[in-house]
């Protein structure tokens, strides 16, 4: 009796061409926000052909707000940033590339203003979430987004399917491929990796996490965190027990701008 939780991002969803889409800010999102309720629902679906008993999904993106339940189909229930309720496969949908990859579509870390490494290697969401969810010993069983979104997951998640749907134009502009297509393409893949339980692999992270962050702008407060130290070139450096604090870290970091 399988236990889906979705971890949904935006910027990597199918139909999704222009940054602007992505911004709650701007005319433009009501679609976009349409556009992750459908792939969700899609995905969600497929989940359930595949035996799922439950479906859950995180609106990770921008902090969440951009999923109303009555968006998603029934059964599909929206829950908080956490893993207490127990889940049995993690599914990272709608992802982008992190900060500093080029030729990606809206490439970040969490914030437009953070760059991270772990570990002495530069990370992003797909590194963060797939930790977090392996520390909790849940196992990932795709990775979906745009082209530089699967190329990154096949580096820190080696043995995860992806789906690609969408390529480049430039940091604001992508061409994705044609909902329909894509809708059949994700509902396949995802039964597929459902069902694959042999499939599904755990992340866990390397610990202590050694991070190394870039604000930009800096950020004069940050530096006042006490267990925080400042290198030569500016970056925030230390070390904490796992992959959730530096996501809980980033957060807060973002929070003082
Ligand atoms: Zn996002």
Avoid at 52 to 75: C, F, P, R, T, Y
Avoid at 189 to 209: C, E, H, K, L
Avoid at 234 to 253: E, M
């Amino acid at each position: 009796m399988t236990r889906v939780l979705i971890i949904a991002d935006m910027e990597g969803v199918i139909g999704i061409e222009r940054k602007e889409a992505c911004d709650p800010r701007l005319p433009e999102y009501e679609a976009g926000a349409q556009l992750l309720a459908a792939e969700i629902n899609v995905v969600a679906a497929a989940a359930r052909q595949a035996g799922a008993m439950s479906v859950s999904v995180i609106d990770w993106h921008a902090g969440g707000g951009n999923l109303k339940q009555e968006m998603l189909n029934v059964g599909v229930e929206i829950v908080p940033e956490d893993f207490s309720p127990g889940y049995d496969v993690v599914l990272l949908t709608g992802f982008h590339a992190m900060a500093g990859t080029t030729d990606a579509f809206i490439s970040h870390t969490m914030s437009q203003r953070v760059t991270l490494e772990m570990n002495g290697e530069q990370a992003g969401e797909l590194a963060l979430l797939s930790r977090w969810a392996g520390d909790e010993g849940v196992p990932v069983a795709i990775a979906t987004g745009d082209r530089a979104a699967t190329v990154e997951s096949k580096r820190f998640l080696p043995g995860t399917p992806t789906l690609t749907v969408k390529d480049t134009l430039s940091w604001e502009r992508a061409q994705a491929l044609p909902p329909k297509q894509a809708y059949e393409q994700i509902h396949r893949a995802v039964v597929r990796a459902v069902s694959d339980r042999d499939g599904w692999r755990i992340y866990q992270s390397r610990t202590p996490v050694h991070f190394r962050i870039k604000l930009n702008p800096e950020s004069a407060t940050a530096t006042k965190i006490p267990w925080l130290s400042r290198d030569a070139d500016g970056w925030l450096v230390g070390q904490v027990d796992s992959t959730k604090d530096v996501i809980d870290l980033i957060d807060v970091l973002t929070a003082l701008a």
